[in-house]
């Protein structure tokens, strides 16, 4: 079971994935190369050997990177297990490349002053368990 949440770039003023316009095109977050030099630059630790994904591991948690094998890449799938504090490196990546963090699960994006769905997935994720 992963918390899933979207690496992509969106409007300054969209919170929500309720507020994204129908006719909205993202932007890519730049060629193949470009974005994994950005993830290895932000997170040196991260095993990029698979060119479509990547992992990222802490000491309570794991992420698998969706990078796609498109070029250029639209954006970024996180899988994300685990707990702890898996989201100051979520912030980082998305920093590194210029996007926002959506969470797959309620539409809501992620900021450093907003991080509830992690907690919710986590205490769902105990529940289901």
Known sequence: MSWDVLLVRLPADVTSVHEIPADYIPEPLGRRDDV???VTQACPEADLSDPAWGELSG????VELNIGSEDPVDSIMLHIQ???????????LAEALRCKVLDCANGDLITPGHTSGWEEFQEYRDRAL
């Not at 000491?59 to 794991?62: A, D, R, V």
């Not at 685990?82 to 980082?92: A, I, K, M, N």
């Open 82 to 92: 685990g707990s702890g504090g898996v989201l100051t490196d979520v912030f980082r």
């Open 59 to 62: 000491p309570t948690w794991s």
């Open 36 to 38: 994994r030099a950005a």
